[in-house]
């Protein structure tokens, strides 16, 4: 099982960084469990991309983030599609089963109810 987190815009960091704690605590409890972030791109020449993924590596602050991190540069609305996300707004909390299938969300920044609904979902499918 994987905790995505999808930010589309550089403010949208904050927001994800509000769920890292609970994140790596669950991580920790439950050693199947994973989490990751994306940050969402729109394909780019690869020049481009590679001063982004500089610019990222430098402000990556939480603790092991870096190793978790994938920058997708892509065609965003195929991906919106697919994951049933509607707007880029937001960033958004997935949890993803092994078959890869999303069976819970969630948008914006971690308070102590979403974080209590992600840990009694984590809970209860471990």
């Known amino acids: 099982m994987n905790i995505v987190f999808v930010a589309f815009q550089r403010e949208q960091q904050l927001a994800v960084n509000?769920?890292?704690?609970?994140?790596?605590?669950?991580?920790?409890?439950?050693?199947?469990?994973?989490?990751?972030?994306?940050?969402?791109?729109?394909?780019?020449?690869?020049?481009?991309?590679?001063?982004?993924?500089?610019?990222?590596?430098?402000?990556?602050?939480?603790?092991?983030?870096?190793?978790?991190?994938?920058?997708?540069?892509?065609?965003?609305?195929p991906f919106c599609k697919a994951l049933d996300i509607s707007g880029e707004e937001f960033n958004r909390i997935l949890v993803l089963n092994d078959e890869a299938r999303i069976v819970w969300r969630s948008e914006g920044s971690c308070d102590v109810e979403k974080a209590e609904s992600l840990s009694d979902f984590i809970k209860a499918a471990f």
Request: proline fraction near 7%; charge should be positive; hydrophobic fraction near 40%.
């Open 18 to 77: 509000t769920w890292l704690p609970t994140a790596t605590l669950l991580e920790n409890l439950h050693k199947e469990l994973r989490y990751y972030e994306l940050p969402i791109h729109s394909s780019i020449n690869p020049i481009v991309r590679w001063f982004l993924n500089r610019a990222m590596r430098v402000g990556i602050r939480y603790p092991g983030s870096r190793e978790k991190t994938i920058a997708l540069y892509i065609d965003k609305d």
